[in-house]
């Protein structure tokens, strides 16, 4: 099932987004997910995880300190909190769930990819 991310939009330096991933598979639940974000002109790159159990996996050195990722079992939907933003955080950023349930792997390009929210950073 397709999760579905809202939350993007512009914001200046400094300022805070937080994300949301949700999915109405109550499966989405058992799925380690996973938060990634393609700027332009570059390759989609690994944000932020969180395993199937809520574990974090380690952050991307990008978001170390600055973002936060997040799970609400009961609402079948992941955030991702970001702080501090940057110009450089200007991206489409994506929630991605692994099919598999119970699997700590984070997710690839076979399992189940939302469409995208834009996050603009001003300077």
């Known amino acids: 099932v397709q999760p579905i991310e809202i939350g993007g939009g512009l914001v200046q330096t400094g300022g805070s987004l937080r994300l949301s991933c949700a999915a109405s598979?109550?499966?989405?639940?058992?799925?380690?997910v996973g938060w990634f974000r393609q700027a332009p002109g570059k390759e989609r790159v690994f944000v932020a995880g969180?395993?199937?159990?809520?574990?974090?996996?380690p952050y991307a050195d990008f978001s170390k300190g600055r973002f936060t990722i997040s799970r609400d079992t009961a609402k079948n939907t992941v955030y991702l909190r970001m702080d501090n933003l940057k110009p450089e955080d200007t991206a489409v950023y994506y929630c991605?769930?692994?099919?598999?349930?119970?699997?700590?792997?984070?997710?690839?390009?076979?399992?189940?990819w939302g469409v995208g929210t834009q996050v603009t950073v001003s300077s």
């Open positions: 991605a769930a692994n099919k598999s349930p119970y699997d700590s792997a984070l997710p690839g390009g076979d399992d189940y």
């Open positions: 598979a109550p499966t989405f639940s058992t799925s380690t």
């Open positions: 969180i395993k199937w159990n809520g574990s974090v996996t």
